[in-house]
């Protein structure tokens, strides 16, 4: 290889290459976390739906109850049964329009995490550039992962 060809490469990488890699990744993970929230805010309005729709429909069978009764007293405690689920079915969409709205909040807090550590991230956190500016070519570029270890080098 030419002499100082590994020196313009890692030149190259950690001026060019990396930080649009690093976009990348951001922008990748930015993409996952928001498909994994809305997987989980799905979720959870498919709870919702089905929790609310179990209460009415309780309600309204208690409402009916207290249609068919044969005493004033039997259909008061129908109507109050009835009261008592439709509250059900509000206060469990109102929970979890609170939790939606914290998930939001956790959403935007991981983005942000997740982007400045990406962006903080640097190439040689990730290569072993050894750049040899008086002698370019014993310069190399490894890239350690676990127990592999490639090399490239100008030798």
Do not use: C
Request: glycine fraction near 2%.
């Amino acid at each position: 290889m030419k002499k100082g060809l590994i020196s313009s490469l890692i030149k190259w990488f950690v001026g060019i290459a990396w930080p649009m890699i690093l976009k990348f990744f951001t922008r990748v993970l930015g993409e996952v976390l928001e498909w994994a929230m809305r997987k989980v805010e799905e979720f959870l309005n498919n709870r919702d739906y089905e929790e609310a729709k179990k209460a009415n429909l309780r309600a309204d069978m208690e409402e009916i109850k207290a249609g068919e009764a044969k005493t004033t007293k039997e259909a008061d405690k129908h109507k109050a049964y009835a009261e008592v689920w439709r509250e059900v079915a509000e206060n469990s969409q109102n929970k979890n329009k609170k939790l939606k709205e914290q998930l939001n909040v956790l959403e935007m807090q991981i983005k942000t995490r997740v982007t400045e550590t990406v962006m903080q991230t640097v190439a040689e956190d990730v290569f072993d550039f050894k750049p040899d500016e008086e002698n370019p070519e014993s310069s190399s570029i490894s890239l350690i992962h676990k127990e592999k270890y490639l090399m490239l080098s100008d030798d």
